[in-house]
C-alpha cells in the first residue's frame, strides 16, 4: 500500500491494509469504531469502503471539495471525494480511461454516493457556457433516471431496480463532452406486481401527485392513486418523499437534459397508457364452436388509451384477445383466453426489453456505473442473473487487484510473492459455460419442442451437476445422504463467492422466453404516437421477421460480457458501500448484518492480497522527509539521493533486513507493526523535537524580551533626564522672571509715587497761588460792584441753562407713536420736575393731536384696552397694505369664537391657562396642492395653538421665541406667512400658510405679544414675493391681484414643485 501516514492518525486505521492483526473481528470493530465517530469512509488501497450513515453529515460542503482537489489519494483522511479525484486526474493528467464500480446491497448508500462522485466530478472539471451545459445535464440526469427505474422496497426507500452503466466522454482538458448510458436487468415485474409495504417506480405517484389538474384532464389521469391497479390500489403514504415536489423536479430536470415540451409530454403519455393498462379487465367469452376466448369488459379504458396513442380501438382489443401465428406463408388467428393474456400483457406493460429504461433514457448521455441489487428470500431468475453478475465483477475485481499488486512488484524489481486466494471462476464457469452453462441449459429447454416446465429444467441440472462442488439441490443431496429441509423439489443452491443462495425455479422459462407478441409490437407501431413507434421497431410490417428473438439469459449474458471487456480496457475504482442496519436509524451498527456484507463483498480477502508480500509502501523521498528525525546522519539535513537516505535511516533502527525491501523509487515494508513502531518512533521523537523547539524559542522570546525591555529602559531614562532638566530650567526661568518683574514694579511704584508727589505740589502751589490771586483781584475791584449783581450773575446762568435744555428737548422729542413712552432725561437736578411735567404736557397733546386726525367713527370705536392696538396697527399697515383702511371699521374684539359659551371649546380654553390674547377662525393652506382646510387660531402670551375645529383639539403649537417673522401682502387679502426658525421643534414641518378675515388685528396682536415675551420686535414683511421654507424644500410664493372674484378668500395654485401663486382681489 502507497499510504501516508495521515490514514494512522484518523479514529481507528484509516486503510485496513494498516490493520493489525488482520481478523474478521477486528476489521469489523474497525469499522464499527470509525462509524460511531462518523467516519463513514475507510480504505483498502486504492478502494473505498462507505458505511450507510443514514443521517446528513458536514463533510461534502465545497470547502471540503477545494480540499480534495488535486491532492494525493492517501495525505487526506478517506473520503469519496479522493477516489473521484484521483480517477479524473488520471484520465485528465495520464489519458487513462477510468471507470468507478459502486457495489453493495440494497439501502447500503449506492445511488447517494453516484450522486456524489458525479457533483465531485462536475465541480472540479472545467468553466465554459458548452461544459456548464454539459455538467448540468450531467447533473440532473440523476432526477430522471430515479424517476423511471427507482422505488420503495422493504429495505430502501429510494432502492435502484436495474443495473446502469453511464459512459461520460471528456476531452483533453478534462471538460465533459457527453456520453452513453446503459442499463441492466431492469426489474420487470414491479409494475405488474408488488409487495405489500413496497411501491412501484417513483414516476407513477410522482405524476398522479404532482401533475397540475390539466395535465391529468389530458392524460384521462384521476389523481387518487387507489384507482390504478398497478399501484396496489392503496394510498402512496411515504415519509420524508414529497412526490409533487419531485414531479416538478423531474420535468426541470428533462427540460434541462434536452427534452422538448413535446418529447415530455409524449413521455408521460406512455406512463398514462400503462396505468390504463392495469385497469383493462377481461371476461370469459366462449365462440360458437365453444371454445374458450376472452373480451374486453371495460371499453372505456380501451377508449381512453387509444385516444392517448391515437390508436383504432378494435386493432388494440385485437392484439389483446387473440394471437396470429404464421406458418408456410399461412396466417391463423387464434382467441386466446384471459390467462394467455395476462402473460404477453405484461411483457407490453412492464419495464422490461429495456423499453420502459429506454423510453426516459433515449435523449440522456452521462457516465458512471452502478450495479444495483436487493436480495429476497424466494429468489427467482431475476436475482439469479444478478447474482451471476456481480460474481464476475468479484472475478475482475480479485483479478485486477492481483494484477495491478504484480505490475508493481515487476516494476520496483522486488520479488512477487505468489497469493492464494479463491478463484471464483468455477462458479462463472458454472453458470455461463456456453455448453454447460445452468444459461446454457435454460435456453436449451426454452427452445426444446414439447412440452417444457422448470420441472425438466430442475431435472438436467441434477444430471449435468451432480458432482459440481457448488451446485445444490434435493437430488444431489439425497444422494449423498444428506437431509436438507430447507432445499425444496424445484429450488437449486449455488455457492457463490459470498455464500450459499436458493433459487426457486418457477417462472425461470417464462422469464428467460420474455416473449413479445408479435400482434402487440404491430399495434404498437399501428399507432400514431411517436414515442411509441420508437419503442417498437419490430412492429413495422416491412422489417417483420419470423427469427426467434434472443432470451433474457443470453441478452443478459451478452451485456455482462461486453461490461467485462469495457471494465477490463479501463482502470477500475472501486466504492463498496454497506448497510450498517435495516431500520434506517443513524448510530445503529449491526454486527450480523455487516459481517454478512463484509463476507460476501470479500472485503477480507480483499486486504489480503493487497497486503500480499509487503503491506506498506512509499517513494523515497516522501518517506525520508517523514522519518529523517529518527536518525543523527539523516537530521536535519540528508546531502545524498533519497534512497541512500532511506537505507541509512532504516539501518540505523532495530529493524530486521527481511521486513524491508529497497525498489527502484519506492520503500517496500513487509507488516504493519514495523510501519506502526516507525510512527511510535516518529512521535516520541516529534515530541523531544516540539520540546526542543519550544525551549529555543522560550529563550529566543525571553532574550528578544530583555532586550526590548532594556533598550525601552534607556529610552524611558533619557526622556526622563531631558524631562526633569527642561522641567527645572522652566522654573528657574519663571523664577527669574517674576523676580525681574518684582523689581520692575517696585522701582516703578517708587518713581510713580515720586511723580504723584511732585505733582500735588505742583497742584497745591497752583491751587494757593489762584485763591491768592483772586482775593487780591476782588479786594481790589469790590468798591466798583453794585450790590445786585451777584443775584443778577446767577438768574442769567439759570435762565441760560434752561433755555439750553428746551432747545435740546425740542430737537429729541418722542415719535408721535402713541405708544412710544421714551423720554429724554434732565440734565441738571433742578430740572426734573420741571422734565416731568413736559412729559406728561407731550404725551396729552400728542394723543389730542392723533384724536383730531382720526375719523370720529374710528375714534369711538376703540375701547381702553384696544387703544395701544389700533395705535400699533396704525404704525405697522398704514399706508402699507390696502386692508388697512378697510380693518378702521371694525372694532378689534380679540375673541371671536365664543370659547367660553361653547361647551366644546371648554377644554381647549382650559388649556390657555386664561393666558389668551386672541382667538380666531383662520384656514391652513396645504403646501402639496394649495387647497385650505379651517383651524381655530389662539394666541396667548407665550405659544400659538392651532387647533381642528370639529375635535377641537390641538394639532400645532408654536413657542412665540420660535417665530422668526411674518410675511403678508400689500392687498386687501387675509394671506400671511408664519416663518419659523430653523431651530424649532414645531418647524420641522416647515413654515405655515394661514388665511384670516381678522389679518390687521391678529398680526398687530401677534406683534405686540412676542414684544412683550420675548422682548424683541417681530420683523414683518410687506411684499408681494417671498420665500416659504418647507421639510422637503424651499418654494417661492407670489401674490397676483386679479380683476375676477375667486371666490371668498384667496386662491392658491401650485406652479410645479417650486413655485405657488395666490390670486387676490
Known amino acids: 500500500m502507497d499510504a501516508d501516514l495521515t490514514l494512522l492518525s484518523t479514529i481507528g486505521v484509516g486503510d485496513l491494509v494498516l490493520l493489525d492483526p488482520l481478523t474478521e473481528d477486528t476489521l469489523l470493530q474497525n469499522l464499527e469504531e470509525r462509524f460511531q465517530h462518523h467516519e463513514i469512509y475507510t480504505y483498502i488501497g486504492n478502494v473505498v469502503i462507505s458505511v450507510n450513515p443514514y443521517q446528513p453529515l458536514p463533510i461534502y460542503s465545497e470547502e471540503m471539495v477545494e480540499q480534495y482537489k488535486n491532492c494525493n489519494f492517501f495525505c487526506v483522511k478517506p473520503h469519496i471525494y479522493a477516489i473521484a479525484d484521483d480517477a479524473y486526474r488520471s484520465l485528465r493528467d495520464q489519458d487513462k480511461d477510468q471507470c468507478v464500480l459502486i457495489t453493495g446491497e440494497s439501502g447500503a448508500g449506492k445511488t447517494e454516493a453516484s450522486k456524489l462522485v458525479m457533483s465531485y466530478v462536475a465541480a472540479v472539471c472545467g468553466k465554459g457556457e458548452q461544459v456548464n451545459l454539459v455538467k448540468e445535464q450531467l447533473l440532473q440526469s440523476n432526477p430522471v433516471l430515479e424517476a423511471f427505474g427507482n422505488a420503495k422496497t422493504i429495505r430502501n426507500d429510494n432502492s435502484s431496480r436495474f443495473g446502469k452503466y453511464m459512459d461520460i466522454e471528456f476531452d483533453f482538458k478534462g471538460d465533459p463532452l457527453g456520453g452513453v448510458i446503459s442499463n441492466y436487468l431492469l426489474e420487470k415485474s414491479r409494475v405488474i406486481h408488488h409487495v405489500k409495504g413496497e411501491r412501484n417506480f417513483h414516476i407513477f405517484y410522482q405524476l398522479l401527485s404532482g401533475g397540475s389538474d390539466q395535465l391529468l384532464k389530458q392524460l384521462k389521469l384521476e389523481r387518487d392513486c387507489s384507482l390504478y391497479g398497478y399501484l396496489n390500489r392503496e394510498a402512496p403514504s411515504l415519509q420524508g418523499i414529497d412526490d409533487a415536489a419531485n414531479f416538478s423536479v423531474v420535468q426541470d430536470a428533462m427540460k434541462a437534459i434536452g427534452f422538448s415540451s413535446a418529447e415530455v409530454t409524449a413521455v408521460l403519455e406512455v406512463i398514462a397508457v400503462v396505468l390504463k393498462l392495469g385497469n383493462v379487465q377481461l371476461s370469459e367469452q366462449f365462440q360458437a364452436s365453444g371454445a374458450e376466448s376472452c373480451g374486453i369488459q371495460n371499453e372505456k379504458v380501451i377508449r381512453d388509451i387509444c385516444q392517448l396513442i391515437q390508436l383504432d380501438e378494435s386493432v388494440l382489443e385485437h392484439a389483446l384477445c387473440s394471437r396470429t401465428v404464421k406458418a408456410h406463408q399461412e396466417k391463423v388467428v387464434t382467441s386466446l383466453k384471459v390467462s394467455q393474456v395476462i402473460a404477453p400483457a405484461s411483457c407490453q406493460e412492464g419495464p422490461d426489453n429495456p423499453r420502459w429504461g429506454d423510453g426516459c433514457q433515449l435523449w440522456v448521455g452521462k457516465y458512471l456505473e452502478i450495479l444495483e441489487a436487493e436480495p429476497k428470500e424466494n429468489n427467482s431468475f431475476e436475482q439469479f442473473v444478478i447474482n451471476y453478475c456481480n460474481e464476475k465483477l468479484q472475478q475482475i475485481f480479485i483479478l485486477l487487484t492481483l494484477k495491478e499488486e504484480q505490475e508493481e512488484y515487476i516494476r520496483e524489481g522486488v520479488a512477487w510473492t505468489p497469493v492464494d486466494f479463491f478463484d471464483n471462476s468455477i462458479i462463472c464457469d458454472l453458470i455461463e459455460n456456453s455448453k454447460g452453462g445452468i444459461l446454457a441449459l435454460l435456453d436449451e429447454e426454452c427452445l426444446r419442442p414439447g412440452k417444457v416446465n422448470e420441472a425438466t429444467f430442475v431435472t438436467k441440472l441434477n444430471q449435468v451437476f451432480k458432482e459440481h462442488k457448488h451446485y445444490e439441490s434435493r437430488v444431489t443431496q439425497n444422494a449423498k445422504h444428506i437431509l436438507d429441509a430447507g432445499l425444496l423439489a424445484d429450488c437449486f443452491r449455488i455457492r457463490h463467492y459470498a455464500g450459499k443462495v436458493t433459487y426457486n425455479v418457477t417462472g425461470f422459462i417464462e422469464k428467460n422466453n420474455d416473449l413479445l407478441y408479435r400482434d402487440l409490437s404491430q399495434a404498437m407501431w399501428k399507432a400514431k404516437h411517436k414515442l411509441l413507434r420508437t419503442l417498437f421497431p419490430e412492429g413495422d410490417p416491412e422489417k417483420a421477421s419470423l427469427k426467434r428473438p434472443p432470451t433474457a439469459g443470453f441478452q443478459f449474458k451478452a451485456s455482462v460480457v461486453t461490461l467485462m471487456k469495457n471494465l477490463y480496457s479501463k482502470k477500475p475504482n472501486y466504492i463498496r458501500c454497506i448497510k450498517p442496519n435495516d431500520t434506517k436509524q443513524p448510530a445503529v451498527f449491526t454486527d450480523a448484518l455487516v459481517r454478512s456484507q463484509v463476507r460476501y463483498l470479500g472485503l477480507l480477502e480483499n486486504v489480503r492480497v493487497r497486503r500480499a508480500g509487503y503491506a506498506y509502501r512509499q517513494v523515497y523521498e516522501p518517506c525520508l522527509e517523514r522519518y529523517k528525525m529518527l536518525c543523527k546522519e539523516t537530521w536535519p539535513h540528508w546531502n545524498g539521493s533519497a534512497r541512500d537516505g532511506v537505507q541509512a535511516l532504516l539501518g540505523s533502527l532495530p529493524i530486521d533486513p527481511k521486513e524491508l525491501a529497497c525498489g527502484h523509487t519506492k520503500i517496500f515494508i513487509r507488516s504493519p507493526g514495523v510501519l506502526f513502531d516507525l510512527e511510535d518512533r516518529r512521535q516520541q521523537r516529534m515530541g523531544d523535537l516540539a520540546a526542543l523547539i519550544q525551549?529555543?524559542?522560550?529563550?529566543?522570546?525571553?532574550?528578544?524580551?530583555?532586550?526590548?525591555?532594556?533598550?525601552?529602559?534607556?529610552?524611558?531614562?533619557?526622556?526622563?533626564?531631558?524631562?526633569?532638566?527642561?522641567?527645572?530650567?522652566?522654573?528657574?526661568?519663571?523664577?527669574?522672571?517674576?523676580?525681574?518683574?518684582?523689581?520692575?514694579?517696585?522701582?516703578?511704584?517708587?518713581?510713580?509715587?515720586?511723580?504723584?508727589?511732585?505733582?500735588?505740589?505742583?497742584?497745591?502751589?497752583?491751587?494757593?497761588?489762584?485763591?491768592?490771586?483772586?482775593?487780591?483781584?476782588?479786594?481790589?475791584?469790590?468798591?466798583?460792584?453794585?450790590?445786585?449783581?451777584?443775584?443778577?450773575?446767577?438768574?442769567?446762568?439759570?435762565?441760560?441753562?434752561?433755555?439750553?435744555?428746551?432747545?435740546?428737548?425740542?430737537?429729541?422729542?418722542?415719535?408721535?407713536?402713541?405708544?412710544?413712552?421714551?423720554?429724554?432725561?434732565?440734565?441738571?437736578?433742578?430740572?426734573?420736575?420741571?422734565?416731568?411735567?413736559?412729559?406728561?404736557?407731550?404725551?396729552?397733546?400728542?394723543?389730542?393731536?392723533?384724536?383730531?386726525?382720526?375719523?370720529?367713527?374710528?375714534?369711538?370705536?376703540?375701547?381702553?384696552?384696544?387703544?395701544?392696538?389700533?395705535?400699533?396697527?396704525?404704525?405697522?399697515?398704514?399706508?402699507?397694505?390696502?386692508?388697512?383702511?378697510?380693518?378702521?371699521?371694525?372694532?378689534?374684539?380679540?375673541?371671536?369664537?365664543?370659547?367660553?359659551?361653547?361647551?366644546?371649546?371648554?377644554?381647549?380654553?382650559?388649556?390657555?391657562?386664561?393666558?389668551?390674547?386672541?382667538?380666531?377662525?383662520?384656514?391652513?393652506?396645504?403646501?402639496?396642492?394649495?387647497?385650505?382646510?379651517?383651524?381655530?387660531?389662539?394666541?396667548?402670551?407665550?405659544?400659538?395653538?392651532?387647533?381642528?375645529?370639529?375635535?377641537?383639539?390641538?394639532?400645532?403649537?408654536?413657542?412665540?421665541?420660535?417665530?422668526?417673522?411674518?410675511?403678508?401682502?400689500?392687498?386687501?387679502?387675509?394671506?400671511?406667512?408664519?416663518?419659523?426658525?430653523?431651530?424649532?421643534?414645531?418647524?420641522?414641518?416647515?413654515?405655515?400658510?394661514?388665511?384670516?378675515?381678522?389679518?390687521?388685528?391678529?398680526?398687530?396682536?401677534?406683534?405686540?405679544?412676542?414684544?412683550?415675551?420675548?422682548?424683541?420686535?417681530?420683523?414683518?414683511?410687506?411684499?408681494?414675493?417671498?420665500?416659504?421654507?418647507?421639510?422637503?424644500?424651499?418654494?417661492?410664493?407670489?401674490?397676483?391681484?386679479?380683476?375676477?372674484?375667486?371666490?371668498?378668500?384667496?386662491?392658491?395654485?401650485?406652479?410645479?414643485?417650486?413655485?405657488?401663486?395666490?390670486?387676490?382681489?
Not at 704 to 730: M, P, T, V
Not at 743 to 772: N, V
Not at 1028 to 1048: D, H, L, M, P
Request: some cysteine; charged content about 25%.
Open 695 to 1065: 525551549a529555543t524559542y522560550r529563550a529566543w522570546k525571553c532574550r528578544r524580551h530583555y532586550q526590548e525591555i532594556r533598550k525601552s529602559q534607556i529610552l524611558i531614562s533619557a526622556w526622563f533626564r531631558g524631562h526633569n532638566q527642561k522641567k527645572k530650567y522652566s522654573k528657574m526661568k519663571k523664577s527669574a522672571l517674576l523676580i525681574q518683574a518684582y523689581i520692575r514694579g517696585w522701582k516703578s511704584r517708587r518713581l510713580l509715587r515720586e511723580l504723584k508727589e511732585q505733582m500735588r505740589r505742583s497742584q497745591a502751589a497752583t491751587i494757593i497761588s489762584s485763591y491768592w490771586k483772586g482775593h487780591q483781584t476782588r479786594k481790589e475791584y469790590k468798591k466798583y460792584f453794585r450790590s445786585g449783581a451777584s443775584a443778577n450773575i446767577t438768574t442769567f446762568i439759570y435762565q441760560s441753562l434752561v433755555q439750553k435744555f428746551l432747545l435740546a428737548l425740542k430737537n429729541n422729542l418722542p415719535s408721535m407713536t402713541v405708544t412710544d413712552h421714551t423720554w429724554p432725561a434732565a440734565p441738571y437736578k433742578f430740572l426734573t420736575n420741571a422734565n416731568q411735567e413736559l412729559k406728561k404736557i407731550f404725551h396729552h397733546w400728542r394723543f389730542l393731536h392723533r384724536k383730531v386726525r382720526t375719523p370720529k367713527a374710528d375714534f369711538c370705536r376703540l375701547r381702553p384696552g384696544s387703544i395701544k392696538f389700533s395705535a400699533k396697527a396704525s404704525e405697522l399697515f398704514r399706508d402699507k397694505k390696502s386692508l388697512y383702511t378697510k380693518s378702521l371699521q371694525q372694532p378689534f374684539q380679540g375673541e371671536y369664537l365664543g370659547l367660553k359659551e361653547n361647551s366644546r371649546y371648554r377644554k381647549l380654553l382650559s388649556s390657555t391657562d386664561d393666558k389668551l390674547v386672541m382667538a380666531d377662525n383662520v384656514r391652513k393652506v396645504n403646501r402639496g396642492d394649495g387647497k385650505a382646510s379651517p383651524r381655530l387660531f389662539l394666541l396667548t402670551k407665550s405659544h400659538v395653538i392651532l387647533a381642528d375645529p370639529k375635535a377641537a383639539q390641538p394639532k400645532t403649537v408654536i413657542t412665540l421665541s420660535d417665530i422668526d417673522s411674518v410675511s403678508v401682502s400689500r392687498y386687501s387679502d387675509g394671506f400671511f406667512v408664519l416663518h419659523l426658525k430653523e431651530s424649532s421643534t414645531a418647524g420641522s414641518k416647515g413654515d405655515f400658510l394661514l388665511i384670516s378675515d381678522h389679518l390687521i388685528e391678529l398680526v398687530t396682536r401677534l406683534h405686540q405679544t412676542v414684544l412683550e415675551t420675548t422682548k424683541q420686535r417681530l420683523k414683518l414683511q410687506v411684499t408681494d414675493e417671498f420665500l416659504v421654507k418647507f421639510k422637503q424644500g424651499s418654494i417661492t410664493v407670489k401674490v397676483v391681484e386679479t380683476a375676477q372674484k375667486q371666490g371668498t378668500a384667496p386662491v392658491c395654485r401650485k406652479k410645479g414643485s417650486r413655485r405657488m401663486e395666490v390670486l387676490v382681489h
